[in-house]
């Protein structure tokens, strides 16, 4: 059997976009072209593809399976078939999805926006949040670059690090706590508020609390660190989370920020991707670029500069 191979890029497209006008005009072609080359990979593959449902289109479980794998092919393809040695920024035409914890969106996302567009205006960001569970978009290549605090444990999963921050404890303005030394028992005993994306009301502060036979009263455990430090604001719940990443925020809110009366470890921030993007001279740019973002978060504020003097 013969297969026209263009026809793997207009899947490629269909099951970006999701429809034929949306492929059509990612592939610079008709939307009667694009419908024609729809119809000869439903005849070559024995599937729909894509169905009708109300006035959207939607994907068969078939296209589903291999929207990953065909990515991967044209991706490679692209890369095998092309001469490019250096990359042009100003011609780049291309879409980067970027998913970072809330916090650090929050803290970067304006910054990374705006070195994209002025290095390369024909790029678009789509800055997604993170999932309540683990998923594998990272591996199928539905999203460029993501945040973690942990290194990846696949190892077709590369990983940088980008920084470390401490925790800070976050406090509305007069907080009992802000009241004299905070010691460690009268912060065990204030009501607290855990940041997890999955709900969780535990993490490593309770174990560092257990070691000193400590425990404290985790009230609630919220979503993103935007709601935790609006809920400490509100009341006088207690939050505890990574400095420098919340920093705008908390300064914008008027939270005070005390330091923890006990040590704990850094929080390590990675930059993740998939390999598959290794030698992809536009991804490289994008995580370099998100690398030299983040970390400036982490760089000692400037001193202020000594008034001139003249001399006589």
Not at 97 to 126: E, K, S
Not at 198 to 220: F, H, K, P, S, Y
Not at 230 to 250: E, F, H, I
């Amino acid at each position: 059997m013969q297969l026209d191979l263009n026809l793997l890029t207009a899947l490629d497209a269909l099951l970006e976009e999701g429809s034929v006008a949306g492929a059509a005009a990612r592939l610079h072609v008709t939307a009667p072209a694009m419908s024609r080359s729809l119809g000869r990979i439903r005849k070559a593959t024995g599937d729909q593809i894509l169905v009708r449902t109300g006035r959207s289109m939607v994907p068969t479980t078939r296209a589903l399976a291999m929207r990953a794998q065909v990515h991967a092919l044209v991706q490679q393809a692209h890369q095998l078939l092309s001469a490019q040695q250096e990359l042009d920024l100003t011609a780049l035409d291309r879409v980067f999805t970027v998913r970072w914890h809330d916090a650090l969106t929050a803290a970067c996302g304006t910054a990374l926006i705006t070195a994209v567009h002025r290095q390369a205006p024909g790029v678009q960001l789509r800055l997604s949040a993170e999932p309540g569970t683990d998923t594998p978009e990272l591996r199928r290549g539905e999203v460029d670059l993501e945040s973690s605090s942990s290194p990846p444990t696949l190892p077709d999963i590369r990983h940088r690090l980008v920084g470390k921050d401490r925790l800070v404890v976050a406090v509305r303005p007069g907080h009992p706590l802000t009241e004299g030394p905070l010691s460690l028992e009268r912060y065990a005993a204030a009501g607290h508020l855990s940041v997890s994306r999955r709900g969780r009301l535990r993490d490593q502060i309770d174990d560092a609390l257990t070691t000193r036979g400590l425990e404290r009263r985790v009230v609630a455990a919220g979503p993103t660190a935007a709601f935790a430090l609006q809920l400490a604001l509100d009341t006088d719940l207690v939050v505890t989370l990574p400095d420098a990443v919340t920093r705008a925020a908390r300064d914008q809110l008027g939270l005070v920020t005390l330091q923890p009366p006990l040590p704990l470890p850094d929080v390590p921030l990675y930059l993740l991707w998939h390999q598959r993007y290794d030698d992809d001279l536009a991804h490289t740019w994008l995580r370099d670029l998100a690398g030299e973002t983040v970390r400036a978060l982490f760089a000692p504020p400037a001193a202020p500069q000594q008034p001139l003097t003249h001399q006589k």
